[in-house]
């Protein structure tokens, strides 16, 4: 397990290597729009992949305003 645990303003989150972090910044009927630095633009994931990959992290998030 290469996972770290963090903590940012009181919040205990885990970080786990090899885990792919972007922005979801909008969505339609058919899914949603992220920024992906992985490819430096942005991307649309359909809703059932982006249900699938929410349920293997147990539907967690960091949000940051």
Not at 7 to 33: P, S
Not at 40 to 47: K, M, T
Request: glycine share 10%.
């Amino acid at each position: 397990d290469q996972s770290i645990i963090d903590e940012t303003d009181g919040v205990t989150y885990k970080v786990t290597a090899g885990m792919h972090v972007f922005v979801a910044y909008g969505y339609d009927d058919d899914g949603v729009w992220v920024s992906d630095p992985a490819i430096g633009g942005a991307r649309h994931y359909s809703c059932s992949v982006v249900n699938t990959a929410a349920k293997s992290m147990r539907f967690m998030g960091i949000l940051r305003f």
